[in-house]
Nanobody, 123 residues
Framework: QVQLVESGGGLVQPGGSLRLSCAASGSIFAINSMGWYRQAPGKERELVAAIIYTGGPSTNYADSVKGRFTISRDNAKITVYLQMNSLKPEDTAVYYC???????????????WGQGTQVTVSS
């Protein structure tokens, strides 16, 4: 099995910063991509940022977070981070880690989600 364990959420004032971490463990042969999504109350889950491992690496960001958020990775720890600066109230949401990976050289791709971590931006 594969597990994604998130940490780093919390309450922060507008303009503040938080760093989220997502550590992957289990039967992992290769990672295709890892990223962060978020879901605010009454809204659909949306992509925040992702790292594409194959053919790159390369990164994707939602327009709403470009210039404020940075996604990075630690290959040895199979961990991705989301550094969030200049946070705004509209960034308030549950943030979910996502991983798309292979369990062996010949396996299909598998997609996993973390349990989610709450980020609240409020004064």
């Amino acid at each position: 099995q594969v597990q994604l364990v998130e940490s780093g959420g919390g309450l922060v004032q507008p303009g503040g910063s938080l760093r989220l971490s997502c550590a992957a463990s289990g039967s992992i042969f290769a990672i295709n991509s890892m990223g962060w999504y978020r879901q605010a109350p009454g809204k659909e889950r949306e992509l925040v940022a992702a790292i594409i491992y194959t053919g790159g690496p390369s990164t994707n960001y939602a327009d709403s977070v470009k210039g404020r958020f940075t996604i990075s990775r630690d290959n040895a720890k199979i961990t991705v981070y989301l550094q969030m600066n200049s946070l705004k109230p509209e960034d308030t949401a549950v943030y979910y880690c996502n991983a798309d990976l292979k369990k062996s050289r010949v396996s299909n791709n598998f997609n996993y989600w973390g349990q989610g971590t709450q980020v609240t931006v409020s004064s």
